[in-house]
Structure formats: structure tokens, C-alpha cells
């Protein structure tokens, strides 16, 4: 019991100073509640507004990818330099530290290897175990002009209404078939498709013309990092895709395939986070590897 005996009078009111309400720092999710919000704050860091996601969920369609055979050994000691991790349940459970405290992104979609038709997903996890799992979003594949569009439709609609009921944001994953041409018209499309449809942030590649795809879309967008380019490409695209107005990366391969994965994460986020061009974390790659 809280001693009730020589209780002050409250006093300090403020009754002369507005209340203060703060608008969150995300594009198209003023809305939200604040358990949600408070996720994606573990996602997206508050003071840039962006965020750098270590993407190392290929081994869900095509196993032990180059650079991810030992998660243990190559990817925890980059955990440090994330804003988040996307990953598998598999990989969180067996590999990953539980003191670590960033957002976990968990992969929520799969079915076909790279041996098989890869759009034909379907949704790979409940949310009973994303919520033990404390993911902070989920992760779907959408496959806009795909052989299995309307499936992949209806996988991320489910997943945005489990997730919209425990607060757990979904990321839409936009993937473009090798019949499609990756340019921004048909960037545009895929991205507002899944905003329209209650994605809470949408990931894509970056294309010429990104910023009409940023403009176009009401939420958050990040870019994919894509097949592994020389480090200058890669960092000059992640610097165009935030000054074009992407909310940050997230990115696999042209971090775990780096010759040295710690001092390219912390060159992507010189530009992620600080506005630096591509030249200063170059310069900055090159005295870390020093
Ligand atoms: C797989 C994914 C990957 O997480 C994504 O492609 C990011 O990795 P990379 O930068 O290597 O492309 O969504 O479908």
C-alpha cells in the first residue's frame, strides 16, 4: 500500500502550455498505435528518420548462401552496425543472441526453393509465434504481374490484418519476375499496390525516376540491395535512393559479400544516416579496412 498519509496537493499543472503531442517521424503512419509505432522506431532510427536492415533471410528459397554458411561466424558480429535485422525463425532461434535488443524483421512468407517457381508463396508463419518471436514486422513477397499475383496479394492482405491486431508492422517485399522490366512505372505500380492494401512499409530497387516512385507511394520505402556490384555502385545507389527519398536499405549481399562486411555497413550507414556522399563513405571504407 503507498502511504496515504501527508499527501501534497498536486499542484504544477502548466495550465498556460499547450499539451504537446508529437507527430511521428514516419511518413503515413501518424495513425498507428503506439505499440506499432514504438516497433518501428526499433526499426527506423527516430533522430534520421531511416534505417540500414541487414537483410540475411536468402537461405529461406536458396539454403547456404555465399557469405551467409555461417551466420555464427560472419553475420553476428555485424548485428552491432543494424538498425534491424530481416531474417528467418530458423536463423533467430538457432544463431541469433536474444540480448539483442534492435527490431527483428522475420520473414513471413516462402514455400518454393529456387528449384521451383518462386512467386508461387504462401504465408510461412502465424502470428502466435512472430509475437513470442517479438518481431517487430513481418516480411511478404509480393509479386505484382506474377503467374501467382492474386496469391501474393492475399498473403500480404492476411498478414497486414493479423499484424494491424497485435501491433506488428507488415513490410510488403516487391519482387519483379525476369519477364518484367524493374523501371519506375512498374516500380510505381507494385509500391502503391501495396500501400493501398495496408502494407505499414514497402520494400523495392531502386530505378531512375525513384523519385516519382517515393512521391507516389504514402509510406515508408526501402530499397533492396540487389546482386553484389563494386562497393563505390552500391554506396552511390543508396545515397541516390535516400536523397530521392527512401527511408533507408535493406540490404544482403553488398554487405556479407564485401571484402570486409564490417567496414561496408558502416559506410552504408555514413549515407543512410549522416547524408554523406558516396566519395566520403568510400573514403571512410577505405580507412576502415586500413
Ligand atoms: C529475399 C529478400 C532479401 O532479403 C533481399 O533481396 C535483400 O537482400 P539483397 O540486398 O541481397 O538483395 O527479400 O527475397
Known amino acids: ?139 511478404v513477397q509480393v509479386f505484382i504481374g506474377g503467374e501467382y499475383e492474386s496469391q501474393s496479394i492475399h498473403n500480404l492482405t492476411r498478414l497486414v490484418d493479423a499484424g494491424n491486431r497485435y501491433g506488428i508492422a507488415t513490410l510488403a517485399v516487391t519482387a519483379v519476375g525476369r519477364e518484367l522490366t524493374r523501371d519506375a512505372r512498374y516500380i510505381r505500380l507494385a509500391t502503391r499496390i501495396c500501400a493501398e492494401l495496408g502494407a505499414t512499409y514497402v520494400k523495392t530497387y531502386y530505378v531512375p525516376g525513384f523519385e516519382t516512385v517515393t512521391a507516389a507511394c504514402p509510406v515508408p520505402i526501402v530499397i533492396a540491395g540487389g546482386k553484389k556490384q563494386p562497393e563505390m555502385d552500391a554506396l552511390r545507389m543508396a545515397y541516390n535512393a535516400v536523397q530521392q527519398g527512401a527511408s533507408g536499405v535493406d540490404m544482403g549481399r553488398n554487405i556479407f559479400q564485401a571484402d570486409n562486411p564490417a567496414a561496408m555497413i558502416q559506410a552504408v550507414r555514413k549515407v543512410v544516416h549522416d547524408n554523406a556522399t558516396p566519395q566520403e563513405a568510400f573514403d571512410l571504407l577505405q580507412q576502415l579496412k586500413g
Open 1 to 139: 500500500m503507498a502511504d496515504a498519509e501527508e499527501i501534497q496537493d498536486a499542484a504544477r499543472f502548466h495550465v498556460e502550455v499547450a499539451h504537446h503531442s508529437e507527430p511521428f517521424f514516419l511518413k503515413g503512419c501518424n495513425h498507428l498505435d503506439w505499440g506499432i509505432k514504438n516497433r518501428l522506431a526499433n526499426i527506423f532510427d527516430p533522430t534520421s528518420g531511416r534505417t540500414v536492415m541487414l537483410a540475411f533471410d536468402h537461405g529461406y528459397f536458396q539454403g547456404p548462401t555465399r557469405g551467409l554458411e555461417r551466420i555464427d561466424l560472419d553475420i553476428v558480429p555485424l548485428t552491432r552496425y543494424a538498425d534491424t535485422l530481416m531474417l528467418t525463425r530458423g536463423i533467430l532461434r538457432t544463431s541469433i543472441p536474444p540480448s539483442y535488443t534492435r527490431g527483428i524483421v522475420l520473414r513471413a512468407s516462402g514455400g518454393p526453393s529456387i528449384l521451383k517457381e518462386l512467386s508461387n508463396e504462401q504465408i510461412a508463419i502465424s502470428i502466435e509465434e512472430a509475437i513470442r518471436l517479438n518481431a517487430a514486422a513481418m516480411a
